[in-house]
């Protein structure tokens, strides 16, 4: 099992930037990958970015160059910072960790951009 606790959400202006943050705890040593997905309202969960354990990256093509993923160096926090952000970016965002097994998920974090 995987436990997984997200913060840094927040209302931020067109332009803004926020950092989220993704702890994981519990069965850490069987995470393959971790990432971050996003819901709007009306809208299925999308992929944002994921990091793999031998440090693999990969960005959703309409966050690419504004967001990064990176994570600390136990590999058991996961960071978003999120730069230059749009309207379009509202969403909740959930953590997310994959074991090769199974998927964990967050309990997800608003994210807000409007003026």
């Known amino acids: 099992q995987v436990q997984l606790v997200e913060s840094g959400g927040g209302l931020v202006q067109p332009g803004g930037s926020l950092r989220l943050s993704c702890a994981a705890s519990g069965s850490i040593f069987s995470i393959y990958a971790m990432g971050w997905y996003r819901q709007a309202p009306g809208k299925q969960r999308e992929l944002v970015a994921t990091?793999?354990?031998?440090?693999?990256?990969n960005y959703q093509e309409s966050v690419k160059g504004r967001f990064t993923i990176s994570r600390d160096s136990a590999k058991t926090t996961v960071y978003l910072q999120m730069n230059s952000l749009k309207p379009e970016d509202t969403a909740v965002y959930y953590c997310n960790a994959d074991t090769g097994r199974g998927n964990y998920w967050g309990q997800g974090t608003q994210v807000t951009v409007s003026s």
């Open positions: 990091i793999t354990a031998n440090g693999r990256i």
